[in-house]
Nanobody
Framework: VQLQACGGGLVQAGGSLRLSCAAS????????MGWFRQAPGKQRELVAA???????QKSDSVKGRFTISRGSAENTVLLQMNNLEPVDTAVYYC?????????WGQGTLVTVSS
């Protein structure tokens, strides 16, 4: 499984960005996709994830601001980020999992200026 992420960039506080991630390869067994992020000097943390059945798990820090959804193309996931804050600045990683293992995409940098 390969995960290709796009989106990200520089935005002012209060602005919005959308990240997208597409899985390719042996995707038939993917049962969850989502996003993690890692800020400088901090551990990687879950932002939001969505399971095959639609169950959504989301960090408390982004509730009410970020929305995760499936894209129109199969095995794609979107992260709509609204009302961004400087603390959201991080490298965002697309994530996917099967029963056997987890997969990671390349990181995409999100920078929120104050």
């Amino acid at each position: 499984v390969q995960l290709q992420a796009c989106g990200g960039g520089l935005v002012q506080a209060g602005g919005s960005l959308r990240l997208s991630c597409a899985a390719s390869g042996s995707t038939i067994n993917i049962n969850g996709m989502g996003w993690f992020r890692q800020a400088p000097g901090k551990q990687r943390e879950l932002v939001a994830a969505i399971g095959r059945g639609g169950y959504i798990q989301k960090s408390d820090s982004v509730k009410g601001r970020f929305t995760i959804s499936r894209g129109s193309a199969e095995n794609t996931v979107l992260l709509q980020m609204n009302n961004l804050e400087p603390v959201d600045t991080a490298v965002y990683y697309c994530w996917g999992k099967t029963v056997r293992r987890e997969y990671w995409g390349q990181g995409t940098l999100v920078t929120v200026s104050s």
